[in-house]
């Protein structure tokens, strides 16, 4: 299986909003609603922000949203806050009871 | 309180086989739903899915690293081991801890550098 695809960076001023894309196919992203997103600060351990695609875990703030269309999953962070610069990985699960993750995008505020 | 801590080796020679372990605390791996696995990350790298071990004793492996990977539990003292044979440098990874449930990894533990050189 091979990685999803993201776009390598994206970026925004405070206060706007971006969006990350986190293309699959119909074997993994496209096939299962079961698409996460994670948050790595530099230096830091992961941290899960969406869920089963479009869940927020208990104490994510909700400026954190995602979606899925066809093979296409997104994470939009909304109010982008100066804390929110980070990478994201989103992260699939392919069937067989196994998982594939993303390029990883590298948020920047501006 | 969920915790997971790994531990092993940060220096491995080419060829060798590395051996983790991972232990857990804060829930069972006998619920439903639950596994607990491993995730790694090569220096300034994405994250990559390596393998699970579900609480119906059903173990998953990443296709690309099957062949050399096992994963096993010990029960009694809450740990999950990993073994990967004939580790390379391109091996060289910090290898994450996690717990899956939800079908995503919400727990994490702090991380292993492991480094593969002679």
């Known amino acids: 299986q091979s990685a999803l695809t993201q776009p390598h960076s994206v970026s925004g001023s405070p206060g706007q909003s971006v969006t990350i894309s986190c293309t699959g196919t119909?074997?993994?992203?496209?096939?299962?609603?079961?698409v996460s997103w994670y948050q790595q600060h530099p230096g830091k351990v992961p941290k899960l922000v969406i869920y089963?695609?479009?869940q927020r875990p208990s104490g994510v703030p909700d400026r954190f949203s995602g979606s899925k269309s066809a093979n296409t999953a997104s994470l939009t962070i909304s109010g982008l806050q100066a804390e929110d610069e980070a990478d994201y990985y989103c992260?699939?699960?392919?069937?067989?009871?196994?998982?594939?993750f993303g390029t990883g995008t590298k948020v920047t505020v501006l | 309180q969920i915790t997971l801590k790994e531990s092993g080796p940060t220096l491995v020679k080419p060829t060798q086989t590395l051996t983790l372990t991972c232990t857990f605390s804060?829930?069972?791996?006998?619920?439903?739903?639950?596994?607990v696995g491993w995730v790694r990350q090569p220096p300034g790298k994405a994250l990559e899915w390596v393998a699970l071990?579900?609480?119906?004793?059903?173990?998953r492996y990443s296709p690309s690293l099957k062949t050399r990977l096992t994963i096993t539990k010990d029960t009694y003292k809450n740990q999950v081991v990993l073994t990967m044979t004939n580790m390379d440098p391109v091996d060289t990874a910090t290898y994450y801890c996690?717990?899956?449930?939800?079908?995503?990894?919400?727990?994490w533990g702090q991380g292993t550098q492991v480094t593969v050189s002679s």
């Open positions: 996690v717990r899956r449930r939800d079908d995503s990894f919400g727990y």
């Open positions: 804060g829930f069972s791996l006998d619920t439903s739903g639950v596994g």
């Open positions: 071990f579900y609480w119906d004793e059903d173990q």
């Open positions: 119909s074997s993994d992203v496209g096939g299962y609603d079961h």
């Open positions: 089963n695609v479009s």
């Open positions: 992260c699939s699960f392919v069937g067989g009871y196994t998982y594939v």
